[in-house]
Each structure stands twice: as structure tokens, then as C-alpha cells.
């Protein structure tokens, strides 16, 4: 499954693309491809739990270190990274 921003006005129309193969309940991994402040994974995190599947655990391929981590553990969340920006530069 996969998450949309926002719904479009257009195709299936649905925020959450594959939901109808997923039951309620199902622990489900959010990955993103780049974190910055962590707002975007939230809002994935909310879509997911609305929709009744339980997350268990957050990654990004790469942290840019602005936030994000703090962000989602304030939330109750932790965010492991393959790489951050730091090992990057």
C-alpha cells in the first residue's frame, strides 16, 4: 500500500491506495524516501491509524537531521535512517 499527500480528484480517488488488501489491525513499517522536519510521515502515520492499521515502526532511507527524529519521538514514535545527511556530507 501506499499513502497519497491528499486525496486526488481523479482515478480511485483514495488517499490510501491498496487498503482493500490490508486488514484493520495489521502492523504495518511507514518508510520515506527523505525526512526533513518529520511532517510528512506524521500525517502518513495519522492516514494509517485512521484507517485502523497499527504502526510499528518508521524509517527513511535519508534524514536531512532537521527535526524529524524528535519530532515523531515526541509523538511516540521512532525513526531509524539507512543514512543522514551527517554521514552524507
Not at 1 to 11: A, E, L, Q, S
Not at 52 to 70: D, M, S
Amino acid at each position: 500500500f501506499f499513502i497519497r499527500k491528499d486525496t486526488k480528484g481523479y482515478g480511485i480517488k483514495e488517499r490510501i491506495v491498496g487498503l482493500s488488501n490490508i486488514p484493520p489491525g495489521t502492523r504495518v513499517v511507514i518508510v520515506e524516501d527523505t525526512t526533513t522536519t518529520g511532517s510528512s510521515m506524521l500525517a502518513a502515520i495519522e492516514a494509517a491509524e485512521e484507517a485502523q492499521l497499527h504502526v510499528t515502526q518508521c524509517i527513511t532511507i535519508v534524514a536531512r537531521q532537521e527535526g524529524a527524529k524528535e519530532l515523531l519521538a515526541a509523538c511516540g514514535y521512532k525513526l531509524e535512517s539507512i543514512v543522514t545527511r551527517a554521514d552524507l556530507v
